[in-house]
C-alpha cells in the first residue's frame, strides 16, 4: 500500500527556520497535492492548533530555539504519549544529539529523518511513514565526518546571477515569479537554479535550504 496521492491528508509542519518551512511546504504540496498543510514556527503554536491530536502526520525539528532543544525533545515525548500514541509524529532535524536522538527513537511512532537526504529517499521515506512505518535515518549524525566546504565557501562559488536567485528561492519565489522579475525565461531561471543546487550538491529546494542553513 502507498499513500494515496489524492487522500486529503492533514499535516501540520512546526519548523523555526522559514526558509526550511517553505521548502517543506512546497514538498509535501507536491508530494501530496490534495493535503491540507498547517505551517506553524514555533511549539507554543503548534500545542493551540486544534488538528493537534488528529493531524495525519506532525513534522518538527527538535526545537524552536537551540537552547531549548532538551525541554523540545520532552515536549514532542509528552505529545506523543499522551496525545497522539497512535498517530505519526516526523522528525526533521540537523541537530546532532546522538543520546537525545536515540531516546526519541524508541518511541514506537516517532520517526527521526535527515533533510540532507535526496528528494526521492525523503519523498520513500514521508510515504512509508504515512502508511505507518517507523523510519530511523541512521546518517543524521553522520555530517560529523563531512569534508565537503562549508556553504560560505558554495555561496561564494555562485556567480552574481545565481546569487540573486538563490536569494529569491530563500524568500520564496518560484521559478516562474523570479523570470517575471527579472525579465529572463523560465528556462534561464531554472538553469540558474539548477547550477545553485549542483554546487551546493543538493537534490531539492528542501536540501538546498537545510544545507545552506547548517553550512554543509
Known amino acids: ?3 494515496g496521492k489524492n487522500k486529503e491528508w492533514r499535516i501540520i509542519i512546526m519548523y523555526p527556520c ?18 491540507q498543510i498547517t505551517s506553524l514556527n514555533s511549539f507554543a503554536a503548534l500545542s ?3 488538528d493537534l491530536a488528529t ?4 513534522v518538527s525539528d527538535i526545537t524552536d530555539r537551540e537552547e531549548h ?3 523540545g525533545a520532552e515536549w514532542l515525548l509528552w505529545l506523543q504519549r499522551k496525545i497522539r500514541p497512535d498517530k505519526p509524529i516526523m522528525i526533521a532535524t540537523q541537530l546532532r544529539y546522538p543520546t537525545l536522538l536515540s531516546h526519541l527513537a524508541q518511541e514506537p511512532t516517532v520517526s527521526l529523518i535527515s ?4 528528494r526521492e529517499v525523503l519523498s520513500k521515506q ?3 511513514i504515512l502508511n505507518g512505518e517507523k523510519i530511523i535515518n541512521l546518517n543524521i549524525d553522520a555530517e560529523k565526518g563531512n569534508t565537503r566546504p562549508p556553504a560560505q565557501k558554495k555561496r561564494a562559488a555562485l556567480t552574481e546571477s545565481e546569487r540573486r536567485v538563490l536569494s529569491l528561492l530563500r524568500a520564496g ?4 515569479q523570479i523570470a517575471n522579475q527579472q525579465e529572463r525565461s523560465v528556462k534561464t531561471i531554472s538553469t540558474h537554479k539548477r547550477r545553485i543546487m549542483q554546487k551546493f550538491g543538493a537534490k531539492s529546494e528542501v536540501e538546498l535550504f537545510a544545507r545552506d542553513k547548517a553550512g554543509i
Open 173 to 176: 519565489y518560484s521559478v516562474t
Open 1 to 3: 500500500m502507498t499513500a
Open 18 to 35: 522559514v526558509l526550511t518551512r517553505r521548502g517543506l511546504e512546497r514538498f509535501f504540496a507536491e508530494l501530496l497535492p490534495n493535503a
Open 69 to 71: 532543544t532538551l525541554r
Open 48 to 50: 493551540a492548533n486544534s
Open 55 to 58: 493531524a495525519d502526520l506532525i
Open 115 to 118: 533533510l540532507t537526504e535526496p
Open 126 to 128: 514521508v510515504t512509508q
